[in-house]
């Protein structure tokens, strides 16, 4: 049971415009959300978070939006970057108590064209 | 500050080998995770542990077991190792007071 989903596995965009990752989510007591970057050989790193209390939240050129109602999120990257091209990890959390697991969507591959 | 460290980078074991993946973080965190990555299926948590002293199965723990030996440590064994093991495996770490966890850059394991 894939309580969090990434249905593309992967996205190619043009330099400059917009990048939109999607991300679907099947537990209603998820009320934390990230997004990590992966580069190939590395670990995931963490890029931005949302709250389930907000709708919004914007780092740079990096905004993440929540659709509880629809158990959506998207994470919008403008404008795209060569340097954004990695695989782009959605994950949810049921809160702060106790260790404060992590489920994770199966991961978005972005290529950023020239 | 290393942040997350893991060894080994790169391992190849045969069948029915044991080995022991190192993880060690110096951000004084109070939780650890190993997670493996396989291609399709994003990270899965194996093992956690909340807190030092304490250990959880995840969601994928068949064949494997932890050692959280400190606060800083916290290491996965492969008694008997199997082809299906064949992954990458993430360590990572979190405080009490954030969500976010933070990941060390891996170990690529192989079984033949």
């Known amino acids: 049971d894939q309580q969090v989903k990434q249905n593309s596995p992967s996205l190619s965009v043009q330099e400059g415009r917009i990048s939109i990752l999607n991300c679907d989510y099947t537990n209603s007591m998820f009320d934390y959300f990230l997004w990590y970057k992966k580069y190939p050989a590395e670990g995931p790193t963490f890029l931005i978070s949302?709250?389930?209390?907000?709708d919004k939240n914007e780092d740079g050129r990096f905004t993440v939006f929540l659709n509880k109602s629809a158990k959506h999120l998207s994470l919008h990257i403008v404008p795209s970057q060569p340097g954004d091209s990695a695989v782009y990890f959605c994950a949810a959390s049921d809160g702060l108590q106790g260790a404060q697991k992590l489920v994770f969507g199966q991961g978005t591959r972005l290529t950023i064209n020239p | 500050n290393a942040g997350v460290t893991q060894t080994p980078k790169f391992q190849v074991l045969k069948t029915g080998q044991s080995m022991t993946l190192q993880c060690a973080q110096d951000?004084?965190?109070?939780?650890m995770y190993w997670y493996r990555q396989d291609p399709g299926m994003g990270l899965r948590l194996i093992y956690y542990?909340?807190?030092?002293?304490?250990?959880d199965k995840g969601e994928v723990p068949n064949g494997y077991n932890v050692s959280r030996l400190n606060k800083r440590e916290f290491s996965l064994r492969l008694e008997s190792a199997a082809p299906s093991q064949t992954s990458v495996y993430f360590c990572a770490s979190r405080s009490y007071t954030g969500y976010e966890q933070y990941f060390g850059p891996g170990t690529r394991l192989t079984v033949t």
């Open positions: 949302i709250s389930s209390i907000k």
């Open positions: 951000m004084n965190h109070n939780s």
């Open positions: 542990s909340a807190s030092e002293g304490t250990t």
